[in-house]
C-alpha cells in the first residue's frame, strides 16, 4: 500500500519560513517525479514545485526564488522549504509522486500566513 505524509504545516507569520516534508512508503522515490501542490479555499489546486528524478526542478512564478523542493532518496522523503511567505501562500499543501501511469497524493498540511 503506498502511502505519502506531509508534516510541517503551521501558521507563520508573513516574511517567515516553513519547511514541509513527504514521507512516503510503499514506493521508492528515486525513480518518480515529485512535487508540491496547494489549493486555497475557493480555488483550484495548483502546481507549486515539481523535482524529476533526474533533478531537474521547476517552480511556479509567484514562488520561484523563495521555494526549494529537495528529496532525500535514503530515507524516502522530500521537502518543500517555504522562505518570505505571504498571505496568498496560505492554502493546503499536498505532495505528490508520480512515475506513468501512476500517481499518488497525501492527504494534506495547511499552511497559513495571515494578513
Known amino acids: 500500500q503506498v502511502q505519502l505524509v506531509e508534516s510541517g504545516g503551521a501558521l507563520v507569520q508573513p516574511g517567515g519560513s516553513l519547511r514541509l516534508s513527504c514521507a512516503a512508503s510503499?514506493?521508492?522515490?528515486?525513480?518518480?517525479?515529485l512535487g508540491w501542490y496547494r489549493q486555497a479555499p475557493g480555488k483550484q489546486r495548483e502546481v507549486v514545485a515539481l523535482?524529476?528524478?533526474?533533478?531537474?526542478?521547476d517552480y511556479r512564478d509567484s514562488v520561484q526564488g523563495r521555494f526549494l523542493i529537495s528529496r532525500n532518496n535514503a530515507k524516502n522523503t522530500f521537502d518543500l522549504q517555504m522562505e518570505r511567505l505571504k498571505p496568498e501562500d496560505t492554502a493546503v499543501y499536498y505532495c505528490?509522486?508520480?512515475?506513468?501511469?501512476?500517481?499518488?497524493w497525501g492527504q494534506g498540511t495547511q499552511v497559513t500566513v495571515p494578513l
Open positions: 505528490t509522486a508520480r512515475e506513468h501511469p501512476d500517481q499518488y
Open positions: 510503499g514506493i521508492n522515490i528515486n525513480s518518480f517525479t
Open positions: 523535482l524529476t528524478p533526474g533533478g531537474l526542478t
